[in-house]
């Protein structure tokens, strides 16, 4: 399994101190009863189904997916130091169709 420089930094945040959570973040994981160590294992462990350029001038972003069970999934951004939880959601088949471990957004 390749995974870049760049996936192996955002995975690594956390234990390097880098992993900081939005308000938007909080609020997101309080309504969908999904824990801060879920969040970080989603990160550690889970799927990376997308990487995105960000819109305008935000940062690179990253998608974690969790599994198929209970599935969510969480933004990361992908900055030179720190690494912002931007939000966590949870999976809307509608958007997004499983594939394999992952999923991948319906076009």
């Not at 309080?30 to 990160?43: E, N, W």
């Not at 974690?64 to 931007?86: C, K, P, R, W």
Request: neutral net charge.
């Amino acid at each position: 399994l390749f995974r870049s420089k760049e996936e192996m930094f955002v995975r690594s945040a956390y234990e390097r101190g880098f992993l900081y959570f939005s308000d938007h973040a909080y609020e997101k994981m309080r309504k969908l009863k999904i824990s801060q160590g879920q969040v970080v294992d989603c990160i550690k462990n889970g799927v990376l189904v997308e990487q995105q350029s960000g819109y305008d001038n935000e940062d690179p972003r990253m998608v974690f997916y969790n599994g198929h069970e209970n599935s969510f999934y969480v933004v990361v951004t992908v900055t030179a130091m720190d690494h912002l939880v931007i939000t966590v959601c949870q999976t809307d088949f509608t958007k997004w169709k499983k594939k394999g471990d992952g999923i991948e957004r319906i076009k």
